[in-house]
C-alpha cells in the first residue's frame, strides 16, 4: 500500500514539473512572438566588431627588425622569419616574414610584444579560403591595408548588442547618435577616481618594465 501511495506521489511530482518546465519555455517561445526578427543579412549588413576585436594581423616591413620577439612569444612558434647577416653592416636584413592564419590562435602576443610596432591587430574576420595554403599570408598579403566594415559604402554597418541602447535588441533604425548601453574603456578610466587610475597606470609601466 505505501508502495503504491510512493508511486502517485512520485508521478504526480514529475508530472507537475514537466508542466512546469512547459509552461517555462512556452513563455519564452510567446515573448519572442512580439519582436520582430533581429537577423542580419549578411553579406549586405555586417555587425561592426568592438574596438579590441582581434582580426587579421597587419604587417609593416618597413619597421620590423627581425628580431624574432614575435615567435619567441606565440604559444604555437608560428610567425616564419626569413633573415640573413649583413656582414658589412653586422645587422640582420629580413627578406621574408609569413604568418599562416590557418593555424593562429590571434592571441595578441605578437602584437603585444613586438618593440617596432611593426604588428597590428585589425577588424578584418572574413578569411575563408577554398585552399588552405593561401591562408599562408607573406608579408605582401600581410602588409595589405585591412577592409573596414564602417568605411564599406557596399555594406549596411549594424551594431553590435553591447554598443546598442540600453533596451534595444534590434540594431535596424538604431541612429548612430544614441548612447550605448555601456561605456568605452577611455570613458572608464576617465570616470576612475584619479588615484585608482593613477595605480593602474602604475601597475601598466610595471608590466612594461
Known amino acids: 500500500m505505501f508502495g503504491f501511495l510512493k508511486k502517485v506521489t512520485d508521478y504526480t511530482r514529475d508530472a507537475v514539473g ?18 520582430r526578427p533581429v537577423t542580419v543579412q549578411y553579406p ?3 555587425l ?53 592564419f590557418g593555424v593562429c590562435i590571434f592571441c595578441g602576443n605578437c602584437v603585444e610584444y613586438c618593440p617596432t610596432n611593426c604588428l597590428s591587430m585589425t577588424e578584418e574576420y572574413e578569411l575563408a579560403a577554398f585552399d588552405r595554403h ?37 540594431p535596424h533604425g538604431v541612429p548612430d547618435t544614441a548612447p550605448r548601453a555601456g561605456q568605452l574603456p577611455e570613458q572608464v ?4 577616481p584619479e588615484s585608482a587610475s593613477a595605480e593602474t597606470s602604475t601597475a601598466e609601466s610595471q608590466g612594461d618594465a
Open 18 to 35: 514537466a508542466a512546469q518546465y512547459m509552461t517555462q519555455g512556452l513563455a519564452v517561445t510567446f515573448d519572442h512572438l512580439r519582436r
Open 44 to 46: 549586405y549588413e555586417k
Open 48 to 100: 561592426i566588431p568592438s574596438e579590441r576585436y582581434r582580426g587579421r594581423i597587419h604587417y609593416e616591413f618597413d619597421k620590423c627588425i627581425a628580431c624574432e620577439v614575435c615567435v619567441r612569444v606565440c604559444p604555437i612558434n608560428l610567425p616564419v622569419v626569413d633573415w640573413v647577416m649583413n656582414k658589412a653592416t653586422k645587422k640582420k636584413e629580413l627578406r621574408n616574414y609569413s604568418i599562416d
Open 134 to 170: 593561401s591562408l599562408n599570408y607573406d608579408n605582401i598579403a600581410l602588409g595589405r591595408l585591412p577592409t573596414s566594415v564602417t568605411s564599406d559604402p557596399a555594406v549596411v554597418a549594424l551594431r553590435e548588442l553591447a554598443y546598442l541602447p540600453k533596451g534595444a535588441v534590434d
Open 189 to 192: 578610466l576617465a570616470a576612475m
